[in-house]
């Protein structure tokens, strides 16, 4: 069999390294029929293409050359959508960012849920850090009504029946407690949607408040709500040694 040429790649992989988006959500543009190859639509995610002779437009724009790479760490608020845009009007993360080279979302953090995101626009970083098989540490800290007793704690610990699938070992301490809600810091490296608010109502218990403090390497530290700034070089070095290097 021939082999394919040294010069050619998969589709989504180059939209990923264009910085369109990840390779998992370039998947779901050319399914949903936004991408095109020489002008025809693209039917599928794995045909191969060459960047110097074929022409890729994504919703009609041509995409060649890699922009600038920006990363772009925000304390997402409460009451915002981690989403490019929203059909309704709602605001969301990136309406609260001034820049102009167009970033995504790595990964999701719910409607009421505040903390640590980070916005990109390097498909490949996305990829690795929303990887399952990457393991990457994720800190939050929750508030519930009342008190866990240690049994219960155990069991958040050892992992939870979340609906169709049991979570992995997870570090659940307590921080805080003022007579009414208590406060726990939880330590995952999974992503499902709303696993936390999840695993402690599989214990009995309603989430009332949740942050994200920390992304491997990343933290907040004392960004307000609704706050952005520039990762350090120093912070995207490490992070890519987190997820396997460049």
């Given amino acids: ?46 045909i191969m293409i060459d960047p110097l002779n074929d022409e890729v437009k994504v919703e009609g724009k041509k995409i060649s050359e890699k922009p600038r790479e920006v990363y772009i760490l925000i304390n997402k608020p409460r009451g915002v959508l981690t989403t490019l845009d929203d059909p309704f009007g ?18 999701r953090l719910d409607f009421d849920t505040e903390g640590l995101l980070l916005l990109t626009n390097d498909g490949e970083l996305t990829f690795k850090l929303t990887h399952p098989g990457k393991e990457v540490e994720k800190e939050y800290y929750a508030q519930v009504l009342g008190r866990l007793d240690l049994e219960k704690v ?8 979340i609906g169709g699938y049991v979570t992995a070992p997870a570090i659940i301490e307590e921080v805080g407690f003022d007579g009414k809600l208590t406060t726990y810091k939880i330590i995952i490296k999974e992503g499902k949607k709303r696993q936390i608010r999840r695993m402690f109502e599989a214990v009995g218990f309603t989430v009332k408040y949740l942050k994200r403090e920390r992304i491997g390497n990343l933290r907040l530290g004392d960004l307000k709500p609704g706050q952005w700034r520039y990762l350090s070089p120093s912070e995207l070095e490490n992070l890519k040694n987190i997820v396997g290097g460049n």
């Fill in 1 to 46: 069999m021939r082999s394919l040429e040294p010069s050619k790649v998969r589709l989504q992989k180059y939209m990923a390294l264009c910085g369109i988006a990840s390779r998992r959500h370039s998947e779901i543009m050319i399914a949903l029929g936004k991408v095109s190859i020489n002008g025809e639509i693209a039917k599928q995610p794995y």
């Fill in 90 to 107: 709602r605001k969301t993360v990136v309406s609260l960012i001034d820049q102009n080279v167009r970033v995504y979302p790595v990964g």
């Fill in 154 to 161: 155990k069991r958040l610990r050892a992992g939870v029946d």
